[in-house]
């Protein structure tokens, strides 16, 4: 759904006339229109108001459906088999150097002529931080 369909099912399920919503949220009735009708879309400082008064989240007014089922990947265990331990330090420190996901853990281990790295990640730390380019 978009945005001017929302508005325009929550005004009428409000019982209220264009003119109405157009005096609350001091607009133009042409604004209004413009909405409904996919013309325009309001503007960003608007959508906090429409939601307010309509008592809905901005996400409902945008059409962003939340899936309650959806999987959300927080933590990853990785084992990796090398040839060294050198080599496994080497992974060690690039993995510190990568700034998402964030390494919170490993554990270095020799296996016969085999040596196993295997190390935790974590995605959700410090994502408000994060500037993404």
């Given at each position: 759904?978009?945005?001017?369909?929302?508005?325009?099912?929550?005004?009428?399920k409000?019982?209220?006339?264009?003119?109405?919503?157009?005096?609350?949220?001091?607009?133009?009735?042409?604004?209004?229109?413009?909405?409904?009708?996919?013309?325009?879309?309001p503007?960003?400082s608007?959508?906090?108001?429409?939601?307010?008064?309509?008592?809905?989240?901005?996400?409902?007014?945008?059409?962003?459906?939340?899936?309650?089922?959806?999987?959300?990947?927080?933590k990853?265990?990785?084992?990796?088999?090398?040839?060294s331990?050198?080599?496994?330090?080497?992974?060690?420190l690039?993995?510190?150097?990568?700034?998402?996901?964030?390494?919170?853990?490993?554990?270095?281990?020799a296996?016969?002529?085999?040596?196993?790295?295997?190390?935790?990640?974590?995605?959700?730390?410090?994502?408000?931080?994060?500037?993404?380019?």
């Amino acid at each position: 759904m978009d945005i001017g369909r929302a508005i325009k099912e929550l005004r009428q399920k409000r019982g209220i006339t264009q003119e109405e919503l157009s005096d609350t949220l001091r607009v133009s009735i042409q604004t209004i229109s413009r909405w409904e009708n996919g013309v325009n879309a309001p503007d960003l400082s608007m959508l906090p108001q429409l939601a307010l008064y309509f008592r809905v989240t901005t996400d409902y007014l945008l059409g962003v459906e939340r899936n309650e089922t959806m999987a959300k990947l927080i933590k990853t265990t990785e084992t990796f088999e090398l040839a060294s331990k050198q080599e496994a330090e080497e992974m060690v420190l690039k993995f510190k150097g990568e700034k998402f996901p964030v390494l919170k853990d490993y554990k270095i281990t020799a296996d016969g002529d085999k040596v196993i790295l295997e190390v935790t990640k974590e995605f959700n730390s410090d994502l408000e931080s994060m500037k993404f380019n």
